[in-house]
């Protein structure tokens, strides 16, 4: 990819957030000549939130907290930075393999899944604790509570 692409694509996503910014339910408008279908553009707003978040998890992970502590402020922090992004990917269906990877990276990070463990039971566990982050309020999750609950999910 040329550094104008970048640009190019780089714009075109800035353009279909400035404009779901009004209504991020409504059906994205997108340049076609830069994004040839929605899953692509999608695809292209996951992989934004997946930088930014995996930049500040990387950062955020320095410190000696409790590491499900860690990436659940870290997801609400970007989330309530970049609510219109989130929006958009809440309302339209992201591609499954998106969202798993997403699932995964997350239950990982947090230290409640391992490496050696079946790609589906990390999946399984990560969807679980993003269900967590998600709808619990602020300071819900507990420590030394938060790997038997997600361990039985």
Do not use: C, N
């Amino acid at each position: 990819m040329s550094w104008t692409d970048f640009y190019r694509r780089r714009d075109a996503l800035d353009a279909v957030l400035a404009t779901a910014a009004a209504d991020p339910a409504a059906p994205p408008t997108f340049d076609r000549d830069v994004f040839a279908t929605e899953d692509e553009l999608l695809l292209a707003l996951h992989y934004r939130w997946m930088q930014q978040l995996t930049g500040r998890l990387g950062v955020a992970l320095g410190a000696d907290d409790d590491r499900v502590e860690i990436v659940t402020r870290t997801w609400r922090a970007l989330a309530a930075e970049q609510p219109v992004l989130r929006a958009v990917l809440d309302e339209r269906p992201t591609p499954a393999e998106a969202v798993e990877r997403e699932q995964r990276m997350l239950a990982l990070t947090a230290g409640l899944a391992d490496l050696s463990e079946p790609a589906e039971e990390i999946t399984r566990v990560g969807r679980a604790f993003t269900r967590l982050v998600r709808g619990a309020p602020t300071g819900a999750v507990v420590p030394g509570r938060h790997r038997r609950l997600a361990k039985s999910a």
